[in-house]
């Protein structure tokens, strides 16, 4: 069973019902809104929208607002208790078109030894990026700082498309709570690589054939410097993940 999460937060302006809901017929998948702790309208249009697909949309309300990771983890354990095998997640503002999710659980299905696949916003003949000279070039400088920190060969860690394969491993990567807000992301892959202890990565990575960058954008410049220098702490962080 297919689940896919969405953390919002105050996302009442930005979320449409009708857009939504043809995006999550296109899914095949049970759709599950994380509101972390919204102080607008949010968690009233998130029950709105439910109410339409009751069967495949389902609403998690936190109290008080966690973070996008912990929200994200929390959705993740959520579909684990109701059994879920492939979870994966995406920004509320569906910068990313349903096709490519659709497209990176295809990969997961047809990879069955990766443990995720995640998107990757790599601008190629045949595809259409569209984001900021800015979020580009500190994208592939937080790239470069993820690669010299910790070790990790991504291109893009932050694309906000992933999906992973539900075993003991990602049970155990999301049993526990993340150390940054927005640099989640990148405790996964970390938490993963060093569980696994593989030669090879168990995580593949698919390039997005859209994205368009939406506007309204949780994060600022000083919460982009704020993650970068996270990074040091997360690297702490995953020496007490090993391998059993």
Same mark, same amino acid.
Request: charged content about 20%; glycine content about 6%.
């Given at each position: 069973?297919? @689940?896919?999460?969405?953390?919002?937060?105050?996302?009442?302006?930005?979320?449409?019902?009708?857009?939504?809901?043809?995006?999550?017929?296109?899914?095949?998948?049970?759709?599950?809104?994380?509101?972390?702790?919204?102080?607008?309208?949010?968690?009233?249009?998130?029950?709105?929208?439910?109410?339409?697909?009751?069967?495949?949309?389902?609403?998690?309300?936190?109290?008080?607002?966690?973070?996008?990771?912990?929200?994200?983890?929390?959705?993740?354990?959520?579909? /684990?208790?109701?059994?879920?095998?492939?979870?994966? @997640?995406?920004?509320?503002?569906?910068?990313?078109?349903?096709?490519?999710?659709?497209?990176?659980?295809?990969?997961?299905?047809?990879?069955?030894?990766?443990?995720?696949?995640?998107?990757?916003?790599?601008?190629?003949?045949?595809?259409?990026?569209?984001?900021?000279?800015?979020?580009?070039? @500190?994208?592939?400088? @937080?790239?470069?700082?993820?690669?010299?920190?910790?070790?990790?060969?991504?291109?893009?860690?932050?694309?906000?498309?992933?999906?992973?394969?539900?075993?003991?491993?990602?049970?155990?990567?999301?049993?526990?709570?993340?150390?940054? !807000?927005?640099?989640?992301?990148?405790?996964?892959?970390?938490?993963?690589?060093?569980?696994?202890?593989?030669?090879?990565?168990?995580?593949?990575?698919?390039?997005?054939? !859209?994205? /368009?960058?939406?506007?309204?954008?949780?994060?600022?410049?000083?919460?982009?410097?704020?993650?970068?220098?996270?990074?040091?702490?997360? !690297? !702490?962080?995953?020496?007490?993940?090993?391998?059993?």
């Amino acid at each position: 069973m297919r @689940f896919l999460i969405i953390p919002c937060y105050n996302e009442f302006h930005r979320l449409q019902e009708s857009e939504v809901v043809n995006c999550i017929d296109n899914l095949h998948c049970v759709v599950v809104f994380v509101n972390d702790g919204s102080t607008d309208k949010t968690q009233q249009l998130l029950q709105q929208i439910s109410l339409v697909r009751p069967a495949v949309i389902k609403v998690l309300n936190l109290e008080r607002n966690l973070g996008k990771g912990e929200a994200v983890r929390a959705g993740f354990n959520f579909a /684990i208790s109701q059994g879920a095998n492939e979870v994966g @997640f995406c920004d509320a503002d569906f910068a990313v078109d349903h096709h490519d999710l659709v497209r990176i659980f295809s990969k997961l299905d047809e990879s069955k030894l990766a443990y995720g696949v995640i998107g990757s916003r790599v601008a190629v003949a045949g595809s259409t990026i569209e984001r900021s000279v800015f979020r580009h070039y @500190f994208g592939r400088i @937080f790239a470069t700082l993820v690669s010299a920190i910790l070790k990790q060969d991504i291109y893009d860690t932050q694309c906000g498309a992933k999906a992973f394969r539900i075993n003991s491993t990602t049970v155990n990567v999301f049993s526990e709570p993340f150390q940054s !807000r927005w640099a989640f992301d990148v405790e996964i892959l970390g938490r993963i690589n060093r569980l696994t202890n593989r030669q090879s990565s168990p995580i593949i990575e698919l390039p997005l054939l !859209r994205w /368009i960058e939406q506007p309204g954008s949780k994060l600022n410049v000083f919460s982009r410097i704020t993650t970068a220098l996270e990074l040091f702490k997360i !690297r !702490r962080s995953l020496k007490s993940w090993k391998s059993l």
